[in-house]
């Protein structure tokens, strides 16, 4: 019980500390603050009372180091450290029901060397997750800072809606969103997502116009088995904030404009899988010259029986801005194409490409990475343009950009 103790004491000291929103980043508000205290307090002392029934914890995480080096600069090359500490702990309230909860950090440093007497430094400490969960086998309810995310595509995601993973990314890290999620599963396989999220106010995937700070945002998701496969509604909606983000209005009614998305997908195992996800976004305002916004990816993937075998993932992904829900818009358009094969037990090959059909411009990724039990190290080249037009809102894209490599170590425990 004396290590137990000991965390518990140390994430509470770091939650409760008065200036909060300068040592967990600047983006923790106090009203949102607040409700994070009550969930961990609750969650504490609900989990350590006595009882007969059982209870784990565990106490892991992952520690990263990197160098990456551009070829137009190869001698002033950027190192990096990140450490995510978890710790979680599950209780059984009964042989039907359970509790989880669920709490990271993510801290990181990073230093441009661009000479001896010259080094760019950066480095943060946050949240990463703090979530609790109540659940049964057919019913779970998450609240706190999580991940939710969902669809069938791999590369080019149109419902890339509440995350920012990067295929790219070794590690697949992306920011959670602040929210209560309910789940219930059914017997024939087909599930019911409700959700509502406040004070996410950053922007997420695809988005150009943040939410509006300290608004309810709510929507749903209802997945059907189908054949082979399964077939799924999504709808969400939100205010957004047009004074903000890259393409900040400058607008004479400063009031948030609504948002509606409406999205449908579907996976299929037909000899190969096959998937599709279409997404519509309509927001309402007459200062917008394209309230209207639509993507969609189609894909497939194919492992084929040469060697070890060698895994096939391709997609066809566009993404539009209108006037009108169907009419003609400017856009991208993206083919991606993942390769994967594994060398042996310990070392895997990986490839990905994107072409731009607009910009005929090509973006290369190759991935060697040798895996132990706890120690990962990646090498990565990539060969990409200048100015990126795809994952334009994640903060490693100006790092792949150009012609370069990369070295990754992650040590996990």
Known sequence: MFPLSIIIYRAGQLLFL????????????????????????????????????????????????????????????????????????????????SLYFDLSLNSYGTAHVHSLDEVQTDGDIKLYRMWGRFSSSQFEARLGLQKINFGSATLLRPLMWFDRIDPRDPLQLTDGVYGLLLRQYFLNNANIWVWGLYGNDDLRGWEYLPSEAKSVEFGGRFQYPLGKGELAFTYHHRQTDPSRGPFALEVADDSPVPENRYALDGKWDIGIGFWFEGMLIHQRSEWLPFPWQRALNIGLDYTFGLGNGLNLIGEYFIFESSKDAFGSGEGIKFSALSLGYPLNLLDN?????????????????????????????????????????????????????????????????
């Open 349 to 413: 090959l990986s490839c990905i490409f994107y072409y731009d059909w607009d910009n005929r411009d090509l973006y290369s990724f190759l991935n060697w990475r040798r895996t132990y039990d706890r120690w990962t190290i990646n090498i990565i080249g990539f060969w990409n343009p200048e100015q990126f037009q795809i994952y334009q809102n994640l903060p490693e894209t100006n790092l792949y950009a150009g012609k370069g490599f990369q070295v990754m170590i992650i040590f996990n425990y």
């Open 18 to 97: 008065r200036n909060i929103d300068q040592e967990i980043g600047g983006k923790v508000n106090m009203t949102r603050t607040g409700g994070i205290k009550l969930l961990f307090v609750g969650c504490m002392i609900l989990l350590l009372q006595k009882t007969t029934l059982p209870q784990t914890f565990e106490l892991k995480g992952l520690v990263s180091g990197w160098t990456t080096v551009n070829a137009d600069s190869i001698t002033e090359p950027q190192l990096g450290l990140r450490y995510i500490p978890e710790f979680s702990i599950e209780k059984s309230l009964s042989q039907n029901y």
